[in-house]
């Protein structure tokens, strides 16, 4: 099936707007020589670029690409490691956008109404941390709703996983676990429409027990940990995504101190 609907037109956006490109399959170096947006720190650039448009009666796609760079930075160690860290967040990001790609193609050729969304946004910007969130919206009869984050030390131009906040052998997994069940217990208690799984006796396999290592977190504008689970994750899909801020008196004496 030929694709339609694309705008032939480009437009650059300055200041605070970024700037897209929006054709097809465009290379994503062109997309990012007609880009501009402001340097995060002096390490993080993020450029973004429409990759990808479709709409007819049935289907709808908005695939938006953010792309980390690097600016001029003296420092080499910073600039080594941002490269390093940008290109392996960018490689995931490719990846996500054809994966979503693959699945409105894939839909296209089945009866039925499908919406595809990407877009981002950096959350997070201060002189330590920066946090790029990835969005994305898929509408099949009931929309559903996954996000991606990828956190930035400034100061070493290293992106951060869970791990990397916390000291060698500490029990952060542990304490964040505990911690977020008194979390959804409160919030229960407190209010009749929230639900968490969390004592399910006919599905007990749902029951939250623990983070992993690899859990969704970012690092908030007051350096807090915040984790991050999506839709039906830990809850019933009408929570929607989920986040719980941990307090720095469960976490504060096993953080590492950047």
Not at 19 to 29: G, Q, T
Not at 147 to 174: A, H
């Amino acid at each position: 099936m030929k694709k339609k609907g694309f705008l032939k037109t480009l437009a650059v956006v300055t200041a605070v707007v970024l700037a897209f490109i929006i054709l097809p399959n465009i290379s994503e170096k062109i997309a990012s020589a007609m880009s501009e947006v402001p340097v995060l720190g002096e390490i993080v650039r993020v450029v973004t670029f429409r990759e990808y448009r479709y709409e007819d009666e049935m289907h709808t796609a908005d695939i938006e690409i953010p792309q980390v760079q690097v600016p001029s930075v003296e420092k080499e160690n910073s600039k080594n490691a941002i490269k390093e860290s940008s290109a392996e967040v960018n490689q995931e990001i490719k990846k996500i956008a054809q994966k979503k790609k693959k699945e409105l193609k894939k839909q296209m050729e089945k009866e039925g109404y499908q919406e595809i969304k990407v877009d981002s946004e950096v959350i997070v910007q201060n002189e330590r941390f920066c946090t790029l969130k990835l969005t994305s919206f898929e509408r099949a009869g009931d929309g559903y709703e996954e996000n991606y984050f990828y956190t930035f030390n400034l100061k070493t131009g290293k992106r951060l996983f869970l791990s990397d906040i916390f000291k060698e052998d500490s029990d952060y997994i542990e304490r964040i676990s505990e911690n977020i069940k008194k979390q959804m217990k409160e919030q229960m208690d407190g209010e009749e429409d929230v639900s968490y799984w969390l004592e399910e006796e006919d599905v007990p396999e749902n029951n939250f027990q623990s983070i992993a290592p690899d859990t969704k977190f970012y690092i908030g504008e007051n350096e807090e940990v915040v984790i991050c689970f999506d839709e039906g994750e830990v809850a019933p899909m009408y929570m929607g995504t989920v986040e719980f801020v941990i307090p720095e008196e469960i976490i504060g004496d096993i953080r590492k101190n950047f």
